[in-house]
């Protein structure tokens, strides 16, 4: 038996009970407990099957990464697929590093579910501004519109916790200096 609020209970009793409670949540819906962040590991995952794919089969490139006649002819699945392509392993491993620096911990804040949504919208967010920005003749590739996304919600998440949001800013500001002026690349936008 063990003591309770309500005098005593045996142990089946509080296993039992246990198994209705709800786990506590942060203020964004995510688990407070650190769980494993199983869908930022995903998401580098894909990005560096996608990488060894594209390497493996070079007509995969022309048919996922983002180019402005496929995108107005139809090829609408390119705004999300071109966040899986990458030009370069320095591209690669710039991208998915700062995605395992700003994922575990959003995951966290936020859940499963709301991350994985808040990385696809912000995806698509970039895709579609390169879209509407970059030139006709460009190929676009790259994840930086899902960092920038997640760095955009580690901003907001930050200052309602009242973290300290200095190195993040400082971290947006070199990532916005390698995206714009590393120079084109043989017609090919890097993002």
């Known amino acids: ?10 142990e089946e009793c509080v296993r039992e009970g246990a198994k209705t ?4 949540q942060t203020v964004f819906g995510g688990l407070q407990k650190p769980a494993t962040p199983v869908v930022t590991y995903t998401l580098i995952a894909m990005n560096v099957v996608m990488f060894f794919l594209d390497r493996a089969s070079p007509a995969l490139q022309s048919e996922l990464v983002l180019r402005s006649p496929d995108v107005a002819n139809g090829d609408l699945y390119r705004l999300l697929t071109s966040a899986f392509m990458h030009y370069g392993i320095a ?5 998915m590093y700062a995605l395992y620096i700003m994922g575990p911990a959003l995951e966290v804040w936020l859940g499963r ?3 994985g949504v808040l990385y696809a919208l912000s995806a698509l967010g970039g895709s579609v501004l390169v879209y509407l920005l970059s030139s006709v003749d460009a190929w676009t590739a790259g994840a930086s519109g899902a960092v920038f996304g997640l760095f955009g919600a580690s901003f907001v998440v930050g200052r309602r916790l ?3 949001v200095r190195w993040l800013i400082g971290l947006i500001a070199l ?7 590393i120079p084109l690349l043989g017609g090919r936008r890097i993002s």
Do not use: E, K, S
């Open 175 to 181: 990532n916005l200096a390698i995206t714009f002026v």
């Open 162 to 164: 009242n973290l300290d």
């Open 1 to 10: 038996m063990r003591d309770a609020a309500v005098g005593h209970q045996c």
């Open 21 to 24: 409670v709800r786990q506590p």
């Open 91 to 95: 591209h690669l491993l710039f991208n």
């Open 113 to 115: 579910l709301r991350f």
